[in-house]
């Protein structure tokens, strides 16, 4: 073969070894996993990120502002065509609070009905996502099982990208994503304490939601790792502003709860005021209103940095009294996030994630 057809030869092939990986990664029955080797997402001057493969080859695919822009406002257009009338009804579970004072829905197993949701965004094909820390002990402890009950009952039958941040990407369990799945793995800074690693996390968040991932989903869930999921936890959870029910304290009196009670705390709520005690194992929403809160949140935690104060239960603390100012458009009920060491009342149909054992002597460093 001359000069010319072997470079004719090498065009093609070179050309369909790019079309083939191209297909595979944009095809839903794929899966594909991308790591970052960054503390933080690094934005250069035209915001692309930096990593050790090549995402920023990849946003010239991206939608601009503008299409991001159009694209949110149809799809605002069609929620406001489903009604929660159509899809959610309180009355079916009359012995538990199902609507808030502000007109929120509170989901209980039994009050939805999944087939219209299903139906609804299934036309929209949304994309969601979860954010998930493993740091130090607690990646062999609990993030396999997390990973792998999340792959079978989180979202099914819709596009999910799961975001992974870790101090060692080299410790990730080996999972085998089903269709519509993928991974997107960061490593993060180590804190020496495991109260800065709860609160830091808000920060984190926060900023990969301004580099990418407000761009990549249309929901976001924020999850802890140490629990796994049961049962299907589906689209009748998506919403606004999503806020979970703590387990220990959902049929409690608001005086009682453990809320940040000194002044002297950005996270301080007086007696007599609150609405419910939430669990920062689990929050979500769209990414705007998840970034809302992680960025208030952190604002919080640093202002108690410079008076020198912890609130009483990190994060969470903040968590509750951003919720106490900005309504969640929507409440999970304790079936979404169960502590079996409570038991299983009656009112507790299905249990969708439950908490595992807290083995706090083995996976933190100090306690």
Same mark, same amino acid.
């Given at each position: 073969?001359?000069?010319?057809?072997?470079?004719?030869?090498?065009?093609?092939?070179?050309?369909?070894?790019?079309?083939?990986?191209?297909?595979?990664?944009?095809?839903?029955?794929?899966?594909?996993?991308?790591?970052?080797?960054?503390?933080?997402?690094?934005?250069?001057?035209?915001?692309?990120?930096?990593?050790?493969?090549?995402?920023?080859?990849?946003?010239?695919?991206?939608?601009?502002?503008?299409?991001?822009?159009?694209?949110?406002?149809?799809?605002?257009?069609?929620?406001?065509? #489903?009604?929660?009338?159509?899809?959610?009804?309180?009355?079916?579970?009359?012995?538990?609070?199902?609507?808030?004072?502000?007109?929120?829905?509170?989901?209980?197993?039994?009050?939805?009905?999944?087939?219209? #949701?299903?139906?609804?965004?299934?036309? !929209?094909?949304?994309?969601?996502?979860?954010?998930?820390?493993?740091?130090?002990?607690?990646?062999?402890?609990?993030?396999?099982?997390?990973?792998?009950?999340?792959?079978?009952?989180?979202?099914?039958?819709?596009?999910?990208?799961?975001?992974?941040?870790?101090?060692?990407?080299?410790?990730?369990?080996?999972?085998?994503?089903?269709?519509?799945?993928?991974?997107?793995?960061?490593?993060?800074?180590?804190?020496?304490?495991?109260?800065?690693?709860?609160?830091?996390?808000?920060?984190?968040?926060?900023?990969?939601?301004? %580099?990418?991932?407000?761009?990549?989903?249309?929901?976001?869930?924020?999850?802890?790792?140490?629990?796994?999921?049961?049962?299907?936890?589906?689209?009748?959870?998506?919403? !606004?502003?999503?806020?979970?029910?703590?387990?220990?304290?959902?049929?409690?009196?608001?005086?009682?709860?453990?809320?940040?009670?000194?002044?002297?705390?950005?996270?301080?709520?007086?007696?007599?005021?609150?609405?419910?005690?939430?669990?920062?194992?689990?929050?979500?929403?769209?990414?705007? !209103?998840?970034?809302?809160?992680?960025?208030?949140?952190?604002?919080?935690?640093?202002?108690?940095?410079?008076?020198?104060?912890? %609130?009483?239960?990190?994060?969470?603390?903040? #968590?509750?009294?951003?919720?106490?100012?900005?309504?969640?458009?929507?409440?999970?009920?304790?079936?979404?996030?169960?502590?079996?060491?409570?038991?299983?009342?009656?009112?507790?149909?299905?249990?969708?994630?439950?908490?595992?054992?807290?083995?706090?002597?083995?996976?933190?460093?100090?306690?």
């Amino acid at each position: 073969m001359n000069v010319k057809g072997k470079v004719v030869l090498s065009m093609l092939v070179i050309s369909t070894v790019i079309v083939v990986f191209w297909e595979y990664i944009n095809s839903p029955e794929g899966s594909f996993l991308w790591i970052y080797h960054s503390k933080n997402p690094e934005l250069g001057d035209n915001g692309s990120q930096k990593g050790w493969w090549f995402p920023s080859w990849f946003n010239n695919g991206t939608p601009s502002y503008q299409e991001e822009e159009d694209t949110d406002r149809d799809k605002e257009d069609n929620e406001e065509a #489903l009604l929660l009338s159509d899809w959610f009804n309180p009355e079916k579970r009359p012995e538990v609070v199902t609507v808030t004072e502000w007109k929120a829905p509170v989901v209980w197993e039994g009050t939805f009905n999944r087939a219209i #949701l299903e139906k609804y965004y299934g036309k !929209q094909k949304i994309t969601v996502g979860l954010t998930v820390f493993a740091i130090g002990r607690y990646i062999e402890h609990y993030l396999e099982e997390f990973l792998m009950s999340a792959n079978r009952h989180f979202m099914v039958g819709h596009k999910v990208i799961f975001y992974i941040m870790m101090d060692d990407a080299s410790r990730l369990p080996l999972i085998e994503l089903g269709p519509l799945r993928s991974f997107k793995v960061f490593e993060v800074k180590p804190e020496k304490r495991w109260q800065d690693i709860s609160m830091m996390r808000m920060k984190t968040i926060g900023e990969h939601i301004v %580099a990418h991932i407000q761009y990549e989903v249309d929901f976001l869930f924020c999850m802890d790792v140490d629990q796994v999921f049961q049962n299907t936890f589906g689209v009748e959870t998506l919403g !606004q502003s999503v806020a979970q029910l703590q387990a220990w304290w959902y049929k409690a009196d608001p005086f009682d709860f453990t809320y940040e009670r000194r002044k002297e705390s950005a996270a301080f709520i007086p007696y007599g005021r609150g609405d419910f005690y939430y669990h920062a194992a689990i929050f979500g929403g769209t990414p705007i !209103q998840v970034l809302n809160i992680t960025q208030e949140c952190f604002k919080g935690i640093l202002q108690d940095k410079k008076n020198d104060i912890e %609130a009483e239960w990190h994060d969470e603390s903040h #968590l509750n009294k951003y919720f106490l100012l900005n309504k969640p458009t929507k409440i999970l009920s304790p079936e979404y996030c169960w502590d079996y060491h409570i038991g299983l009342p009656s009112d507790i149909k299905t249990v969708k994630v439950s908490w595992q054992t807290k083995e706090y002597n083995l996976v933190r460093n100090n306690i």
